[in-house]
């Protein structure tokens, strides 16, 4: 059987992956696996159909439930349930949610499959939290992308600006303070870098010299 090459790409929120990992899988002629946006979607649905965020199996059965289909163009576009949600994917609400409910095990292990159905040839790029350590433990490539939290504030806060959206700077940096607390000290696939990775600290490199670091790695 052939092997399929898999390149994980774990980290904090804002640090970088995603632009990495599209770039990366871009120039690798793979594909790629943005495992946030499957979260996402889940705490859309869940949003949606103003499930109570504390009824765990409420929140298992809307995630048996949803279906989920990507596009993968120059932007990804996500479907739930038929529907177009790429818009409502990006917001601080959807992506606070996200992280409450990734905290819950069962959540988890229903996502699980969706992640590794992904896998497939010539190779995949897996960006999230958990690529290196739960999804794809026997990755070829692993790679911890991390930043410091001031510096993952302000990149965040310039992408708002430049969409044209009002942004307080200490308030998303208090944010991503406690997503990473909440990411980190949850039992179930915690974020902590693969004992196996190469930890990249994107704090004062540009986009190209961690996308070249990364190429260097895979090859
Ligand atoms: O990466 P992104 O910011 O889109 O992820 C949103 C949230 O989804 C994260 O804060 C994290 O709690 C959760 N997540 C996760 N495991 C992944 C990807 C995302 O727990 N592999």
Same mark, same amino acid.
């Given at each position: 059987m052939m092997t399929i090459?898999?390149?994980?790409?774990?980290?904090?929120?804002?640090?970088?992956k995603g632009t990495v990992s599209r770039a990366v &899988?871009? *120039? !690798?002629?793979?594909?790629?696996l943005d495992s946030?946006?499957?979260?996402?979607s889940l705490a859309i649905a869940v949003l949606q159909q103003q499930?109570?965020?504390?009824?765990?199996?409420?929140?298992?059965?809307?995630?048996? &439930?949803? *279906? !989920?289909?990507?596009?993968?163009?120059?932007?990804?576009?996500?479907?739930?349930?038929?529907?177009?949600?790429?818009?409502?994917l990006g917001t601080e609400t959807t992506g606070n949610t996200a992280s409450i409910i990734a905290a819950y095990p069962d959540v988890r292990q229903v996502l699980l499959q969706?992640?590794?159905d992904f896998k497939k040839l010539p190779g995949l790029v897996a960006d999230g939290r958990d690529m290196g350590t739960v999804v794809f433990p026997d990755a070829a490539s692993k790679v911890f992308l991390t930043a410091s939290a001031d510096e993952r504030a302000k990149r965040r806060y310039k992408q708002l600006i430049e969409k044209g959206i009002s942004a307080n700077l200490d308030r998303i940096t208090q944010e991503i303070e406690a997503r990473d607390k909440r990411d980190q000290e949850r039992k179930a696939a915690p974020l902590?870098?693969?004992?196996?990775?190469?930890?990249?600290?994107?704090?004062?490199?540009?986009?190209?010299?961690?996308?070249?670091?990364?190429?260097?790695?895979?090859?």
């Open positions: 090459p898999v390149l994980t790409i774990d980290g904090p929120s804002g640090a970088g &899988a871009k *120039q !690798l002629g793979w594909h790629y946030g946006s499957i979260y996402r499930t109570e965020l504390s009824d765990v199996a409420a929140v298992v059965k809307v995630a048996e &439930a949803m *279906q !989920l289909e990507f596009e993968c163009g120059d932007e990804l576009i996500v479907k739930l349930n038929g529907t177009d949600i790429t818009a409502q969706k992640q590794k902590v870098a693969a004992k196996d990775a190469l930890t990249i600290d994107s704090s004062n490199l540009n986009i190209n010299q961690v996308i070249e670091a990364v190429l260097s790695l895979v090859r």
